[in-house]
């Protein structure tokens, strides 16, 4: 390490051996750095995750556009658009194709007794242009009366016996008395609003929910013409539908749109987004302690090295070179435990809390910025005064 | 007027510390001229000012009012380039010998070298190597300050202070941390080895074995010079102007001298 450092700063690496010389307080430092890294670490894992969890109902759906109702701020929120929009959409050049989907909750008493919620899609059997490849030969099977896609991931059921389902195993179940079979799974996962999904075929949906017809579905999916481009097939769309309470977008719009949303405007985003944020302020004022402290408790000896004439840049050197010291051995440390805090808390939960290398590497280069930035803001006071004044 | 420029050359310098009401003044009208090669000695007792001066014309503390001339540059208003680049042909004792307490002696002189470049390192060691060894420490090369006697620490900064062969040597009160015995052996070698090198030194210190040393002896008290002994032809005030610094390029770079002389 020393060897390295020394390489790569072209001097004795000074800021190593400062370190080593106390390695309690190295090791304190560390500590510090680490416990910045987990707090942040753990801020990010419960947004990430919030946001996992709204893309992931995005997921089974394969669409170009998407027609919703007015009032919709998520995709599981909203009215319902009326189907005609279905026929006047398709008559607007550069769409291929539209199917009708409707979506609702339904309540599912597990095994145990206690109460699930199930996302619900309905979408017809033969459209499959409109679902996620995997999904294709399952939604066919879907024809099938009373039949369902149950998520493999549902929180609170047997991921065993999830696991096992199959066309000839079947898994019996009953929602709002209707009792249903599941022949495939989805995999989707547990949510903030939901503990798992359903597929279901529009009949079957439509059974499910007597109140609900055909003529209403909750959004209508669109397939542009190959060359299409999606975002003018939606203005034109859009055109088309003038009047009506309904916004046209692209999915993805559609999909932004929902993240910006839930994460800013709900109450569970707004939690999630402050606690990340006040979770990089205080790590960031941990690794500012750390580092100025440091620098504090070295002045009186970079002093003495300014009176022999060495320039600012050279401790501005000395104190990037701890930054980057501290910045990787506290890092790492707080990366393991991260993760397996990550993975108490999606074994917990059910929700996806996972590692990420974007995360990983933001929260790196964060963490040596941060360090950096904190040495170079504590050795302003050494900036100014005159070295007879420090001593 | 000699040939040579002096080194130093202080003119109508006044110091204050602090501000406002706080406000005292802890030097008046300092004048003083040192001759090239010389050991001056500063006395007075505690608070008259020795510090100050020296921090002074060691380019380590901003000059208020008046004058000081190191090497041939004004420092009043010095830009801080300036001042680093003066810094760095300087040789400072100081009071505590404040070495870097996470290097060893090796590389605490090493320091006092690196300043000006990385050169070359193996004569870079061998200066190092060969200086320590002259002030009689072959045997703690890479002890870290904290194992190291009072007397060891303070040849360490002594050598640090040398190792570039500076044309300037200031030296705070170097033995007031050590006892009689080991002070003197400081002392005495920094005589030495500036003697040899041709260092202008100033050198604050109340032990009175050394006086004998000195070329002259300036006495502060209240931030006035009451006593000069041993003055010297050029400590009239200096009369030529922008001559050129006959002394500067001695405390550049690290030369094989510095490893061979001695
Ligand atoms: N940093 C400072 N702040 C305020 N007053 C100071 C400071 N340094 C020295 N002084 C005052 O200036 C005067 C001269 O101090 P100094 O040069 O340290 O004296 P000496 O070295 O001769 O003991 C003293 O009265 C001292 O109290
Ligand atoms: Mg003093």
Redesign the pocket.
Known sequence: MAKLLGRLFGRLPIGWLQLVHNRTRMAAAIAGVAFANVLVFVQLGMLGALEGTIVATYDPLRADVVIAPGDAETLTDGSLVARSAVWRALAVPGVAAAAPLHLAKVDFTRPDGAIASLQVYGIAPEAEAFVAPALREDLARLRLRDTALLDSATRGLDPDALAAIGPERPYVFEVNGLTLSATGTISLGAGFTADGALVVSDQTFLRLYGQRVSGAPSRVLLRVEPGAVPVAVANAVAARLAGEPVVVSTLEAAMEADLAYQTTQRPVGLIFGFGAAIGVLVGIVIVYQVLSTDVADHLREYATLKAMGYAHPFFLGIVFEEALVLGILGFLPGLALATGIYAVMAGATGLPVEMTLVRASAVFLGTIAACAISGAIATRRLAGADP??LF | MNAAVSPVVVAGLDHW??AGEAR?Q?LFDVSLVLDPGTLTILM???????????TLMGCLREVQAGSVRLLGTELAGAPEPVRVGLRRRLGFIFQAHNLHASLTARQNVAMGLAVHGRGDPALQTRAVEHLLRLLGLGERLDYLPDNLSGGQKQRVAVARALVSNPALVFA??PTAALDKESGHTVVAMLRALGRERGTTTVM?THDNRILDLADRIVT?ED?RIVSDTGRSRSSRPPVRAGVNDPTSPRGDLPSATAATSG
């Open positions: 007879a004044e | 510390f602090g005292k802890a007075g007792p505690s608070g008259s000012g020795k510090t100050t001066l020296l705070d009160e604050v502060l931030g």
